[in-house]
């Protein structure tokens, strides 16, 4: 399959070549979806500068399973994949973790009560795009003020990477992860 939209070829420019060198693996191609941004230096920049993929407030598992939750709920098989090719197991995600990120409900057995909260706060904001105050209370407990905003951002800039992803139609790089099953969505968690 062919993206809709044709991704830059190289050489790129010193400042798009510089961002891919900072986040690519070495030895590794730059993902499809940077290469596609990169046809345009503003909205490249734009994308990598809000980019969470940081320290920040959340531990890497934390990070991990909201990013895997969105993009699964989302449909989005390539970030989905390519997260959990690269990411799942230095997040210390088991191999029913990961094949429930894309079909179970939050409450799945794998998961611990802190996952639990957050595939929930996922699911709420995949549905209603709010968090209803039960949830709120809950994360309140568990996170910082700031962990929270990070929580939301995270999951917000996901979903715009997967409607990237899914509506540029972007082949599935060669070593990401696929969807075991059907992917979970508003009507199942």
Not at 111 to 133: G, I, Q, Y
């Amino acid at each position: 399959m062919n993206a809709r939209i044709a991704p830059a070829n190289p050489p790129f420019p010193a400042d798009i070549q510089n961002q891919l060198n900072r986040v690519m693996p070495r030895g590794m191609a730059p993902l499809t979806l940077f290469t596609t941004l990169a046809r345009d230096p503003r909205l490249f920049g734009k994308f990598f500068a809000a980019g969470l993929l940081d320290r920040g407030h959340l531990t890497l598992r934390q990070r991990e399973i909201v990013i895997d939750r969105t993009t699964a709920l989302c449909g989005s098989e390539y970030e989905w994949g390519v997260h959990i090719a690269l990411f799942a197991s230095r997040a210390e995600l088991t191999d029913a973790q990961v094949a429930a990120l894309s079909r179970a409900s939050a409450d799945h057995e794998t998961w611990s009560p802190n996952d639990r909260l957050l595939l929930r706060l996922c699911d709420a904001l995949h549905r209603d795009c709010t968090v209803d105050e039960t949830l709120w209370r809950a994360l309140k407990a568990d996170f910082s003020d700031e962990a929270i905003v990070e929580l939301l951002m995270l999951a917000g800039f996901y979903r715009t990477v997967s409607y990237l992803t899914n509506a540029l139609e972007l082949p599935l790089e060669s070593y990401a992860a696929r969807f075991r099953t059907r992917r979970a969505d508003s009507r199942t968690p």
